[in-house]
């Protein structure tokens, strides 16, 4: 061999030897082991060091493991340590102890800390124990008690929470007695190690200098000198209202308990503001503070003949509406409501608004729920605009400045040459029909007829007859709600020659017989209850005529009371029009036996009440009322009804007061849903499957319902432990009665008026509700809230009672043009007791934490019911949550953001409603109740086409963690 080849021979045995000691050993982890002694990259002859975790022990292998370069490159040489970590049986029971730290299961290397009770000192043993091995280690913590002697006796004061025998850590609490105060001392002393804490309460007599003076305020009980304890009571002068501070102010330790009364001025309505001159202003009532809810207010403004009023505003605060239908200022172009409206206002529209004569009426109504800060106007008096030729009154003005008969205004013909006298919007009535009505004879009705007019209604009729006639108006059927002679609420009025001459609501209608061959017939509604309305007839008649006599109540019930076949129909005596006082009807109804027989409803309206005591129709489930009873109505219910067999028992009473214009139904023979057997699991949809089946993960029910609400009983929240019953879905209409603290955590928001808003608790003393339920007043004293409620209008045993301590609303929240970031906190007094009864939800876990579109959730609350029963206990319903792109689509032209989600069903019937704003949506995951959704606004209520609208738990998540922590 030369040389030269030994040399690359050895030069390549080094090179091989180098990229053995440049190899290294791969990653290394054993189950239940703590590494130490070495990190990666790992290098030939580098040794780890492997340690059982805490509370596992050694089975076999070795602790230590070296990285060595085998055949096959480097390589772990060593057996692998196995450890043991078998979990814990329950924990061990310690007399006299509470522990925290450890939960079942107790896994290897779970502690748990034992610590003494309150009276008992540690004497030996160990304070925690841990679980290694499947074993408990350690000694059970030895707590001894120790009491005291008889307690101090202290001069002058009175003592609470101690009673002989004294154990340790009891204390006495010594308060000074009646006319005296602390000067020094210690107020408790607590037995502790055999001896009394601390040193005397002093305790010395004090009066009170001169009582506080409060504006606005008359003061009654005290005289001076002011004795310690003597209270003095503050009232509010009269037109003043309380906003705050104390009622009473009592003398104690030489000083005066609480805070001044606040008084404002009320913001209420009397009599018709008149206001007349060249200028002037006004404001509603309360202003700047918030006008209150079902107010009619009202102002009549006069200027000079020949002027025309010009109305400007600097504030506006109304709550809003696409068509101002809920609150709004209504500016009429006359002396009184009869004239034509010049403008209407709302949200915070602050354009100004022109007259055409010298005189204006405006009204401010608003309805039962959101207000605002009102308005602040001022009016002066202005020349009327040049408008060549001026148009006399009996004229109509064209927009090209041409005048024409008013006769002819709507006649089908361009009689102004613009067409301005025929514009589609000027000749309607707004209800649905023409406005200008001409001939020898007609009939026109409110809109829906013979089913309920609309809420927030503005409609008109003008009525012509031939030149030397009269116009005779009649009703055959007229259902309004309010009461003559005042009409506050609906009301249809008849105008003649610019005068009302007549007023009709309730079932008191209107008739007349004019002096002239022209009448207008005006018809509004408020934004709350409605009837079925009216059917008007006209006709031409001679100026001397007068009304025919009104037609004879209707005879008897007027149905049969045996109704045959698997189908027909019935109503309420006298329907549409309203039936009568203290009526009893009955029905009975027989289809075919295996049948089911299934009641609908075209239009139900009868005398609200709580628990139907007024005027009700009840069905019974069989031939008479000795039969099961199936369900009790009024209101405006319109959910179908449903015996069990094949017989039906109606039976109709009304009381001696208010009547309703009634209902009409329908009834047919169905098939009975199906039933499942005892150890079935019934689905929404009537389908049954194995009790077994479900909350295991899998969706054998069609509608996945055998998977919802699936809860683990152990979680710290969202978890009732009386779990809540949800009947099949398809015999149930806006929800069901929910079983007795099945949701725990829902909160009864109420002020000294009764149930506000709902609420929802979310950790033991903070409760979320909505903005808008507190936004007019957010003195926490004015507000109670109550836990563990189920009755809706009586007191339950299981409740908690709290004033509140703190009010926190949203820094951003906004009420226009609808409620956004709507959510307040209230701080509870003290914390809530936590039980079966009161328990809180769950939050989202972070701002990404939501339920995905169609996922089934629960809405719950007090709030109305609109006559789909279960009036008197919690309610709960089930909706499917809806994307927030769909729901924009649905609430066109209304925004929609992202501190906002939706849920509901397409068809409507299921929705909150008034009275559960600010209570919980809550939807089930990770084995939990999670609150996703605080209820805030939507249209109307249960309306097909529009879901539900809820502020985001989640998008405001950051918000209510910063606040409470």
Same mark, same amino acid.
């Given at each position: 061999?030369?040389?030269?080849?030994?040399?690359?021979?050895?030069?390549?045995?080094?090179?091989?030897?180098?990229?053995?000691?440049?190899?290294?050993?791969?990653?290394?982890?054993?189950?239940?082991?703590?590494?130490?002694?070495?990190?990666?990259?790992?290098?030939?002859?580098?040794?780890?060091?492997?340690?059982?975790?805490?509370?596992?022990?050694?089975?076999?292998?070795?602790?230590?493991?070296?990285?060595?370069?085998?055949?096959?490159?480097?390589?772990?040489?060593?057996?692998?340590?196995?450890?043991?970590?078998?979990?814990?049986?329950?924990?061990?029971?310690?007399?006299?102890?509470?522990?925290?730290?450890?939960?079942?299961?107790?896994?290897?290397?779970?502690?748990?800390?034992?610590?003494?009770?309150?009276?008992?000192?540690?004497?030996?043993?160990?304070?925690?124990?841990?679980?290694?091995?499947?074993?408990?280690?350690?000694?059970?913590?030895?707590?001894?008690?120790?009491?005291?002697?008889?307690?101090?006796?202290?001069?002058?004061?009175?003592?609470?929470?101690? +009673?002989?025998?004294?154990?340790?850590?009891?204390?006495?609490?010594?308060?000074?007695?009646?006319?005296?105060?602390?000067?020094?001392?210690?107020?408790?002393?607590?037995?502790?190690?055999?001896?009394?804490?601390?040193?005397?309460?002093?305790?010395?007599?004090?009066?009170?200098?001169?009582?506080?003076?409060?504006?606005?305020?008359?003061?009654?009980?005290?005289?001076?000198?002011?004795?310690?304890?003597?209270?003095?009571?503050?009232?509010?002068?009269?037109?003043?209202?309380?906003?705050?501070?104390?009622?009473?102010?009592?003398?104690?330790?030489?000083?005066?308990?609480?805070?001044?009364?606040?008084?404002?001025?009320?913001?209420?309505?009397?009599?018709?503001?008149?206001?007349?001159?060249?200028?002037?202003?006004?404001?509603?009532?309360?202003?700047?503070?918030?006008?209150?809810?079902?107010?009619?207010?009202?102002?009549?403004?006069?200027?000079?003949?020949?002027?025309?009023?010009?109305?400007?505003?600097?504030?506006?605060?109304?709550?809003?509406?696409?068509?101002?239908?809920?609150? @709004?200022?209504?500016?009429?172009?006359?002396?009184?409501?009869?004239?034509?409206?010049?403008?209407?206002?709302?949200?915070?529209?602050?354009?100004?608004?022109?007259?055409?004569?010298?005189?204006?009426?405006?009204?401010?109504?608003?309805?039962?729920?959101?207000?605002?800060?009102?308005?602040?106007?001022?009016?002066?008096?202005?020349?009327?605009?040049?408008?060549?030729?001026?148009?006399?009154?009996?004229?109509?003005?064209?927009?090209?400045?041409?005048?024409?008969?008013?006769?002819?205004?709507?006649?089908?013909?361009?009689?102004?040459?613009?067409?301005?006298?025929?514009?589609?919007?000027?000749?309607?009535?707004?209800?649905?029909?023409?406005?200008?009505?001409?001939?020898?004879?007609?009939?026109?009705?409110?809109?829906?007829?013979?089913?309920?007019?609309?809420?927030?209604?503005?409609?008109?009729?003008?009525?012509?007859?031939?030149?030397?006639?009269?116009?005779?108006?009649?009703?055959?059927?007229?259902?309004?709600?309010?009461?003559?002679?005042?009409?506050?609420?609906?009301?249809?009025?008849?105008?003649?020659?610019?005068?009302?001459?007549?007023?009709?609501?309730?079932?008191?209608?209107?008739?007349?017989?004019?002096?002239?061959?022209?009448?207008?017939?005006?018809?509004?509604?408020?934004?709350?209850?409605?009837?079925?309305?009216?059917?008007?007839?006209?006709?031409?008649?001679?100026?001397?005529?007068?009304?025919?006599?009104?037609?004879?109540?209707?005879?008897?019930?007027?149905?049969?009371?045996?109704?045959?076949?698997?189908?027909?129909?019935?109503?309420?005596?006298?329907?549409?029009?309203?039936?009568?006082?203290?009526?009893?009807?009955?029905?009975?109804?027989?289809?075919?036996?295996?049948?089911?027989?299934?009641?609908?409803?075209?239009?139900?309206?009868?005398?609200?009440?709580?628990?139907?005591?007024?005027?009700?129709?009840?069905?019974?489930?069989?031939?008479?009322?000795?039969?099961?009873?199936?369900?009790?109505?009024?209101?405006?219910?319109?959910?179908?009804?449903?015996?069990?067999?094949?017989?039906?028992?109606?039976?109709?009473?009304?009381?001696?007061?208010?009547?309703?214009?009634?209902?009409?139904?329908?009834?047919?023979?169905?098939?009975?849903?199906?039933?499942?057997?005892?150890?079935?699991?019934?689905?929404?949809?009537?389908?049954?499957?194995?009790?077994?089946?479900?909350?295991?993960?899998?969706?054998?029910?069609?509608?996945?319902?055998?998977?919802?609400?699936?809860?683990?009983?152990? @979680?710290?929240?969202?978890?009732?432990?009386?779990?809540?019953?949800?009947?099949?879905?398809?015999?149930?209409?806006?929800?069901?009665?929910?079983?007795?603290?099945?949701?725990?955590?829902?909160?009864?928001?109420? +002020?000294?008026?009764?149930?506000?808003?709902?609420?929802?608790?979310?950790?033991?003393?903070?409760?979320?509700?909505?903005?808008?339920?507190?936004?007019?007043?957010?003195?926490?004293?004015?507000?109670?809230?109550?836990?563990?409620?189920?009755?809706?209008?009586?007191?339950?045993?299981?409740?908690?009672?709290?004033?509140?301590?703190?009010?926190?609303?949203?820094?951003?929240?906004?009420?226009?043009?609808?409620?956004?970031?709507?959510?307040?906190?209230?701080?509870?007094?003290?914390? @809530?007791?936590?039980?079966?009864?009161?328990?809180?939800?769950?939050?989202?876990?972070?701002?990404?934490?939501?339920?995905?579109?169609?996922?089934?959730?629960?809405?719950?609350?007090?709030?109305?019911?609109?006559?789909?029963?279960?009036?008197?206990?919690?309610?709960?319903?089930?909706?499917?949550?809806?994307?927030?792109?769909?729901?924009?689509?649905?609430?066109?032209?209304?925004?929609?953001?992202?501190?906002?989600?939706?849920?509901?069903?397409?068809?409507?019937?299921?929705?909150?409603?008034?009275?559960?704003?600010?209570?919980?949506?809550?939807?089930?995951?990770?084995?939990?109740?999670?609150?996703?959704?605080?209820?805030?606004?939507?249209?109307?209520?249960?309306?097909?086409?529009?879901?539900?609208?809820?502020?985001?738990?989640?998008?405001?998540?950051?918000?209510?963690?910063?606040?409470?922590?």
């Amino acid at each position: 061999m030369r040389a030269g080849d030994v040399l690359l021979v050895l030069a390549t045995l080094t090179s091989v030897e180098l990229s053995y000691t440049q190899q290294t050993c791969g990653e290394i982890t054993l189950t239940n082991t703590v590494r130490s002694g070495c990190e990666a990259p790992f290098e030939l002859g580098e040794t780890c060091h492997f340690q059982c975790r805490t509370g596992c022990v050694r089975r076999r292998g070795r602790h230590n493991l070296t990285c060595r370069n085998r055949r096959k490159g480097p390589r772990w040489a060593g057996r692998r340590l196995s450890c043991s970590c078998t979990p814990c049986g329950s924990m061990p029971a310690v007399p006299n102890t509470s522990v925290t730290g450890c939960a079942s299961p107790y896994s290897a290397g779970e502690t748990c800390t034992y610590q003494c009770n309150a009276g008992f000192v540690a004497d030996g043993g160990d304070a925690n124990r841990t679980c290694i091995n499947g074993r408990w280690g350690g000694r059970n913590l030895i707590c001894s008690s120790n009491g005291c002697p008889s307690r101090p006796t202290v001069a002058d004061t009175v003592v609470t929470g101690c +009673t002989p025998p004294y154990d340790a850590e009891e204390t006495c609490t010594y308060q000074c007695s009646s006319g005296f105060r602390s000067a020094g001392g210690d107020n408790t002393r607590t037995c502790r190690d055999g001896d009394w804490t601390g040193t005397d309460l002093v305790c010395e007599s004090n009066g009170c200098p001169s009582r506080p003076t409060v504006a606005d305020t008359v003061v009654t009980g005290c005289t001076p000198p002011y004795d310690a304890e003597e209270t003095c009571t503050y009232q509010c002068s009269s037109g003043f209202e309380s906003a705050g501070g104390d009622n009473r102010r009592t003398c104690r330790d030489g000083d005066w308990t609480g805070t001044d009364l606040v008084c404002e001025r009320q913001a209420v309505c009397e009599s018709t503001t008149m206001l007349s001159g060249v200028s002037g202003a006004f404001t509603s009532p309360g202003y700047p503070n918030n006008y209150q809810n079902n107010q009619q207010c009202s102002w009549k403004i006069t200027v000079a003949p020949e002027k025309i009023v010009a109305i400007s505003f600097t504030a506006m605060d109304i709550e809003n509406h696409h068509r101002c239908g809920y609150d @709004a200022l209504v500016v009429y172009d006359g002396p009184t409501s009869a004239f034509p409206e010049a403008g209407r206002r709302c949200g915070s529209n602050k354009d100004q608004i022109l007259t055409t004569g010298h005189e204006v009426f405006l009204t401010l109504t608003s309805d039962g729920s959101i207000t605002g800060s009102g308005f602040s106007a001022s009016f002066r008096a202005e020349d009327p605009p040049t408008i060549a030729p001026t148009c006399s009154p009996g004229q109509f003005s064209c927009l090209n400045g041409n005048c024409i008969s008013n006769n002819v205004r709507c006649d089908g013909n361009d009689d102004c040459g613009d067409g301005s006298d025929e514009k589609a919007e000027r000749c309607q009535s707004g209800c649905g029909s023409p406005g200008f009505i001409r001939g020898v004879s007609g009939s026109f009705t409110s809109m829906n007829h013979p089913s309920q007019y609309s809420n927030n209604a503005n409609c008109e009729w003008t009525i012509t007859v031939s030149d030397t006639k009269a116009v005779q108006l009649t009703f055959d059927t007229f259902a309004l709600e309010g009461t003559p002679p005042g009409c506050s609420y609906d009301r249809v009025d008849i105008i003649e020659n610019g005068e009302r001459v007549a007023r009709g609501c309730g079932n008191a209608a209107p008739g007349y017989v004019s002096t002239t061959n022209q009448i207008r017939v005006l018809f509004r509604s408020d934004g709350s209850v409605t009837g079925t309305g009216f059917l008007a007839r006209f006709r031409e008649v001679e100026p001397s005529a007068t009304l025919p006599p009104p037609p004879p109540p209707p005879a008897g019930c007027g149905n049969p009371t045996a109704l045959p076949g698997d189908s027909g129909s019935f109503t309420s005596p006298g329907y549409p029009s309203r039936y009568p006082n203290n009526a009893e009807c009955s029905w009975t109804i027989s289809v075919t036996p295996g049948k089911i027989v299934v009641i609908r409803f075209a239009s139900f309206s009868l005398e609200a009440s709580g628990s139907c005591n007024y005027d009700a129709l009840t069905l019974y489930d069989g031939t008479d009322r000795n039969a099961p009873e199936v369900k009790k109505l009024c209101g405006t219910h319109s959910r179908e009804i449903a015996t069990t067999g094949s017989d039906a028992f109606l039976l109709f009473t009304s009381d001696g007061s208010v009547t309703q214009s009634g209902f009409s139904a329908t009834y047919t023979a169905e098939d009975p849903p199906p039933t499942c057997s005892p150890v079935e699991f019934t689905c929404f949809d009537g389908t049954c499957v194995s009790n077994g089946a479900t909350c295991d993960g899998r969706k054998d029910c069609a509608d996945g319902s055998d998977e919802f609400g699936c809860i683990n009983p152990g @979680a710290s929240c969202g978890a009732p432990p009386i779990h809540p019953v949800f009947p099949p879905l398809n015999r149930i209409v806006g929800g069901e009665g929910a079983v007795s603290s099945s949701w725990p955590w829902q909160a009864s928001l109420q +002020t000294s008026a009764g149930h506000r808003c709902g609420g929802t608790l979310i950790t033991p003393d903070w409760v979320v509700t909505a903005a808008h339920c507190v936004d007019d007043n957010t003195n926490p004293g004015r507000y109670t809230i109550v836990l563990g409620k189920h009755h809706t209008y009586s007191s339950d045993e299981t409740e908690q009672r709290f004033s509140l301590s703190r009010l926190i609303m949203h820094e951003n929240y906004a009420s226009s043009p609808v409620p956004n970031k709507d959510i307040a906190l209230l701080k509870l007094s003290q914390p @809530a007791t936590i039980n079966q009864y009161v328990r809180t939800a769950c939050l989202p876990q972070d701002a990404e934490d939501n339920p995905t579109p169609g996922t089934m959730c629960v809405i719950t609350g007090w709030g109305n019911t609109q006559g789909t029963g279960d009036d008197d206990v919690l309610k709960q319903a089930r909706v499917p949550v809806v994307s927030n792109a769909a729901c924009r689509n649905a609430y066109s032209g209304r925004q929609i953001s992202n501190f906002m989600m939706c849920a509901g069903h397409p068809e409507g019937g299921h929705d909150t409603c008034q009275g559960d704003s600010g209570g919980p949506l809550v939807c089930s995951r990770r084995g939990t109740w999670v609150l996703d959704g605080v209820t805030s606004w939507g249209e109307g209520c249960a309306v097909p086409g529009y879901p539900g609208v809820y502020a985001s738990v989640s998008s405001l998540l950051d918000w209510i963690n910063q606040k409470i922590e």
